[in-house]
């Protein structure tokens, strides 16, 4: 059996998670029970605590679409580099009023993955202001 390259997990983990039917479960399958998100500088430790921050970050963008840019990974697969595009409707994305205006998110999102195909951390940056301002008229 030829083990998969770990950009290929990082892109099954977002056609699982962040398309639709969006299978938050998958989760379970992908990542270690000691997961750790950073997210904005917040740090979000272990998988429940993932599972319910994807869930509830999901739920803020209606119709919502995941692009994957570009994907890159180390020499030994320890780390990938991807780059996303998600578009969709605000239902309320960063505590603004759920309108249905258009969303163009763009982020980098930076992994650590185990030897054995499991998902170990993720780090991500993306332009929420940017994006909050074009929800709010810029105030």
């Not at 990082?10 to 299978?23: K, R």
């Not at 272990?46 to 803020?60: D, M, V, Y």
Request: charged fraction near 30%; aromatic fraction near 10%; proline fraction near 3%.
């Amino acid at each position: 059996m030829t083990k998969r390259s770990s950009v290929d997990l990082v892109h099954e983990f977002w056609e699982q998670v962040w398309q639709p039917p969006h299978n938050y479960d998958a989760i379970d399958d992908l990542t270690v029970e000691d997961f750790v998100l950073i997210s904005g500088g917040t740090r979000i430790e272990s998988r429940e605590a993932f599972k319910q921050w994807a869930r509830e970050f999901g739920s803020k963008i209606d119709d919502m679409r995941f692009d994957v840019v570009e994907s890159f990974e180390n020499h030994d697969g320890s780390r990938v580099a991807s780059m996303w595009r998600i578009t969709g409707r605000n239902n309320g994305v960063f505590g603004t009023d759920p309108g249905g205006e258009p969303i163009e998110m763009t982020g980098t999102a930076i992994w650590a993955v185990r030897e054995d195909g499991k998902l170990l951390s993720n780090r991500v940056e993306r332009n929420a202001y940017e994006v909050f301002l074009s929800l709010t008229g810029g105030r």
